[in-house]
């Protein structure tokens, strides 16, 4: 059903779908997010740059690879890295999670090059709809080694969402893979 709910957002906005006048106006006014659970914290991601949520498969190992990359999959013919953004968000890595984790599939940019990676997440619960001014600026402080990579904090419940910088999050793990860093 998530999977249906991502592909059904999505595919609406990419086909350039005709909506009245007023709708325009709401659509752009608010932004729908994946969210995710890490580490027992809740993450937002914006819809378009999601692909599609997998369970989490056979991954092959790369040896000699950096800590936080998994190991690749076969997508449709296609080889795409899995990243575990425990280890560059500093989270203990936890074997003993009851549910098997998930591999968000995201459109990430770097340079001038679109490419497809995965994000192994604890869980996808949710796409939500938000105005955007409600995202709050990031506290230059106390988000802890996540902080570079969230752009901002959305109210939610009785807390806050982090809303993720995606790119930022893959700028950063080529520059570590590329140098030969341990995360």
Not at 78 to 87: A, E, K, N, S, T
Not at 116 to 125: F, K, M, N, P, Q
Not at 132 to 144: A, E, H, R, Y
Request: proline share 6%.
């Amino acid at each position: 059903m998530m999977l249906e709910n991502i592909t059904q957002m999505t595919s609406g906005r990419m086909t350039g779908s005709v909506l009245a006048p007023e709708k325009q106006t709401e659509l752009e006014k608010s932004q729908s997010y994946v969210i995710f659970q890490l580490g027992g914290e809740h993450y937002a991601l914006e819809v378009l740059r999601v692909q599609e949520v997998l369970d989490m498969g056979a991954l092959t190992h790369v040896p000699g690879a950096p800590n936080s990359l998994r190991g690749v999959l076969n997508l449709r013919g296609h080889v795409v890295p899995v990243w575990d953004l425990r280890i560059p968000f500093g989270l203990p890595v936890d074997s003993s999670i009851s549910r098997a984790p998930c591999v968000l599939m995201v459109e990430s940019n770097v340079g001038d090059q679109v490419r497809v990676t995965g994000l192994l997440v604890d869980r996808v619960s949710d796409v939500l709809e938000f105005p955007n001014d409600s995202i709050q600026p990031s506290p230059p402080m106390g988000l802890g080694k996540a902080s570079s990579y969230v752009r901002g904090l959305i109210r939610w419940q009785e807390s806050f969402l982090l809303v993720l910088d995606v790119d930022r999050v893959f700028i950063s793990l080529m520059n570590l893979s590329q140098s030969g860093g341990g995360f």
